[in-house]
Every structure is written in C-alpha cells, then in structure tokens.
C-alpha cells in the first residue's frame, strides 16, 4: 500500500512545479502588481514555506524509496549511490528555499548591507529555481530507476525481446523526437516583437533551439544503443546530456537571459521541462525494454519495512495537508478585496486579507481535524478485524 501510494504521489508531484509555474506566468501576465504581491510582497514568507513543504516532499519520497530498497534482495548493489542523490537534493533544495526578495525592516536591511545578500540573491531568482527544481525531478526519477532495478541481474539480449520491444522504442522515439524537434522549430521561428524585443535580440532564441535538436540526435544515439544491448549505457548519457543541457547550461544561461531578453525567460523555462519530461519518458521505455524478462537476483519482502519509513509516510501526508492549506490560502488571498481582481471589487467591512498568523492557525487546525478524521477511519476499520480467542469477531 505504501509502494503504491508513494509511486502515484510522486508521479503526480513530478509535474507540479511546472504547473505552478505555468501559474505564476499567467498571474504576471495578467497584472505585474499581482505577481509581486505573490512573490515579493505580503506572500513572499509564505512561499518560503511552500518551498520548504515541498521539498520534504521530494526528500521524503525519496527516503521512502531508499527504506524500499532494504527490502529487496540485490538492491545493496545501488545503496552507495543513494548518499550522492541526497547530497544533489539537498542542495537543490537550499537553493529552492533561497528568497529573492522578502519585507525587511530598516534594521535588518542594515544588518544584511542592503535589500538582497550579495551571494545569495542570484539564487533568488527564477533562473536559478527552474534548474534546481529540474535537477530534483531528475534526481527523484533516477531513485525510482534504481528501487525498480533492485533485484533485476542480467538482461537478455534485445534480438530476444521480440517485435514489442522495438515497436515501443520506435513509437516513444518518435514521439519524443516529435516534441523536442517541435519547440526548436518555435523558438527559430519565435518573432521577437511577440516578447516585445527588437529584431537583434533574436539571437538569443538559438542555444535553447540547439541544445532542443541535440537532444534529438541523442534520442536516436541512445536508440540505436538500446538496441545493440546497450542500454544501461543509454540512460546514462541521455540522463547525462540532459541534466548538462537543462539544469546546468540553460540555469546558466537564464541569467543572460535575464539581463539581456527578460521576456524569453519563460520559453527557456519551458525549453527545460520538456527536455526533463522527455528523459523522463525515454529513459522508462528503455528501462522497460532492456529488463523485461531479466534475470532476477533475489525476491521482494513485502511488507518488510523499516519503522523510520512509516513514519516518512506520515510526515508526507501531513506536509501534503498543509501544502494545500497554504497554497490555497495564497490563490485566494491574492485577490485581495476584490472579488474578479481589477474587475469587481469587494467593498464590504470583510474584505480583508488575514495575516500569515492567521492562516497559521486556520491552516493548521485543518490538518488536525483531517488527520484526526483519517485515524477515526482506521480505527473504525480495525475493529471489524479484531478476534475474540475463540475466533469470533469482536
């Protein structure tokens, strides 16, 4: 049940981020003030916490994993390797938890030399944050790879795996190729007026769009070396290449695209999702592929867990909980007193916004109430399993 649970979190938690990017792009676009507010204003505290709930949730998914790999004999081999993605984690998630700008009074500012650190702001901004929050979604998906290869031994040769495995390496390919080859085509023909930029600009569309096509040719190099029973080789170097690309070369670059063409940050940002979705996508279908009917090296213990796991899962659902209080409380309190902001305002003696106390304390007796519903549950699940001695029910 954790397996399950943890597997459908975190695949549905692997997305999120650029959904809520995609968001704040929309919130900016429709009124600067607002995104502001959002995250330089009254909020920026709490999106601190937001970045910091979310990040126990990409480390305590990941520990879930890893508790996961006691259980399942084979999978010491990867344990060594465990230790070098929590250190990438951790350090993309201290720069995801870096604020930009947050309100200080006149002796703070005073105390730190002025309104931004001088070493810290750059991680600040979202250049900065769209690598690390890539890196943590590629450092999570090489954790499920390792759990899944756990007791897996020698593959069998790919001209063995019949007619299947490679019609599903053709079709991903292509649709992989599809999609990177797609957004490189956009960003050459992107007509720099769009962004509000003059016509000289547009030379900074053409690194995205490149790196984009060399990620095809590596999607049919890595291909051809899957089918030549190279596949771990495969997923490592497309794994590589894209981390290189997306994380370090295009979180690089976004600060020169800040500088120089502002507007265009948001089509890099959508230039590294879809790298990161497609290693994703590609690297499943190869792993699917090179160990399907592999030899096994031991078997899976289920239910054979480490107690310090449960409580991993605890401590995810009541992050999960006031996430949503939080986030929920920050769409809305966005508004501000108006009921369709800009449009119709809210003129009544309640149109006021609580403070982060407040909805401190809101936000937290929800999680209790919610928590404490879930333990009425199973409580009351248990006692249609509880026995007399005799055998019959309770």
Same mark, same amino acid.
């Given at each position: 049940?954790?397996?399950?649970? /943890?597997?459908v979190?975190?695949s549905?938690l692997?997305?999120?981020?650029f959904a809520?990017?995609y968001?704040?792009?929309?919130v900016y676009?429709?009124?600067?003030?607002?995104?502001?507010?959002?995250?330089?204003?009254a909020f920026s505290?709490?999106?601190?916490i937001q970045?910091?709930?979310?990040?126990?949730l990409f480390?305590?998914g /990941?520990?879930?994993l890893? #508790?996961?790999?006691?259980?399942?004999?084979?999978a010491?081999r990867?344990?060594p390797?465990?230790k070098?993605? @929590?250190?990438v984690?951790?350090?993309?998630f201290a720069?995801?938890?870096?604020?930009?700008n947050i309100? *200080?009074?006149?002796?703070?500012?005073?105390?730190?030399?002025?309104?931004?650190?001088?070493l810290?702001?750059y *991680?600040?901004l979202? #250049?900065?944050?769209n690598?690390?929050v890539?890196?943590?979604i590629?450092?999570?998906?090489s954790s499920?790879?390792l759990y899944?290869?756990g007791?897996?031994?020698r593959?069998r040769?790919f =001209?063995?795996?019949?007619?299947g495995?490679?019609?599903a390496?053709?079709? %991903?390919?292509a649709? =992989?190729?599809?999609?990177? =080859?797609w957004?490189?085509?956009?960003?050459?023909?992107?007509?720099p007026?769009?962004?509000?930029?003059?016509?000289a600009?547009?030379?900074?569309?053409r690194p995205?769009?490149?790196?984009?096509f060399?990620?095809?040719?590596?999607? +049919?190099l890595t291909a051809?070396?899957?089918?030549?029973?190279r596949?771990?080789?495969?997923?490592?170097?497309?794994?590589? #290449?894209?981390?290189l690309?997306s %994380?370090?070369? +295009?979180g690089v670059y976004?600060?020169?695209?800040m500088?120089?063409?502002?507007?265009?940050?948001? @089509?890099?940002?959508?230039?590294q999702w879809?790298?990161v979705?497609?290693c994703?996508?590609?690297?499943?279908?190869?792993d699917?592929?090179?160990f399907?009917?592999?030899?096994? $090296?031991?078997s899976?213990?289920w239910?054979?867990m480490? $107690?310090?796991?449960?409580?991993?899962l605890?401590?995810l659902?009541v992050t999960?909980?006031?996430?949503?209080g939080?986030m929920?409380?920050?769409?809305s309190?966005?508004?501000?007193d108006w009921?369709i902001y800009?449009?119709?305002?809210?003129t #009544?003696?309640w =149109?006021w916004t609580?403070? /982060?106390?407040?909805?401190t304390k809101?936000?937290?007796?929800?999680?209790?109430?919610?928590?404490g519903l879930?333990a009425?549950i199973f409580?009351l699940?248990?006692?249609g399993?509880r026995k007399?001695e005799?055998g /019959?029910?309770?």
């Amino acid at each position: 049940m954790g397996h399950v649970g /943890n597997f459908v979190g975190l695949s549905a938690l692997i997305a999120l981020p650029f959904a809520g990017y995609y968001l704040g792009r929309e919130v900016y676009s429709a009124s600067a003030v607002m995104g502001n507010n959002m995250m330089g204003g009254a909020f920026s505290w709490t999106f601190i916490i937001q970045a910091a709930l979310i990040g126990i949730l990409f480390i305590g998914g /990941n520990y879930y994993l890893w #508790s996961g790999m006691g259980r399942i004999e084979g999978a010491e081999r990867y344990q060594p390797y465990v230790k070098y993605i @929590n250190v990438v984690l951790l350090l993309c998630f201290a720069v995801w938890l870096t604020p930009r700008n947050i309100p *200080l009074t006149g002796e703070e500012q005073m105390a730190l030399g002025g309104q931004f650190h001088p070493l810290p702001k750059y *991680l600040g901004l979202m #250049s900065a944050k769209n690598a690390a929050v890539n890196f943590i979604i590629l450092s999570t998906f090489s954790s499920f790879l390792l759990y899944r290869r756990g007791n897996k031994g020698r593959t069998r040769p790919f =001209a063995e795996q019949g007619r299947g495995g490679l019609v599903a390496l053709v079709a %991903v390919a292509a649709v =992989a190729i599809g999609v990177l =080859a797609w957004y490189g085509s956009s960003l050459l023909a992107l007509d720099p007026k769009s962004l509000d930029l003059a016509p000289a600009q547009a030379r900074y569309f053409r690194p995205p769009a490149y790196l984009l096509f060399a990620q095809v040719g590596m999607v +049919l190099l890595t291909a051809f070396l899957a089918i030549r029973d190279r596949g771990k080789l495969a997923q490592a170097l497309f794994f590589a #290449s894209t981390v290189l690309a997306s %994380v370090f070369f +295009l979180g690089v670059y976004g600060f020169v695209i800040m500088q120089k063409a502002n507007p265009f940050l948001r @089509n890099v940002a959508v230039a590294q999702w879809l790298m990161v979705m497609v290693c994703l996508l590609w690297s499943m279908t190869i792993d699917v592929v090179v160990f399907r009917g592999a030899d096994t $090296v031991g078997s899976i213990r289920w239910g054979k867990m480490t $107690v310090r796991s449960q409580f991993a899962l605890v401590l995810l659902c009541v992050t999960i909980v006031m996430l949503m209080g939080i986030m929920g409380f920050i769409r809305s309190g966005l508004r501000e007193d108006w009921h369709i902001y800009g449009v119709l305002q809210d003129t #009544s003696p309640w =149109a006021w916004t609580p403070t /982060n106390a407040y909805m401190t304390k809101v936000v937290g007796g929800i999680v209790v109430v919610f928590l404490g519903l879930i333990a009425f549950i199973f409580w009351l699940a248990g006692l249609g399993e509880r026995k007399r001695e005799d055998g /019959n029910p309770a």
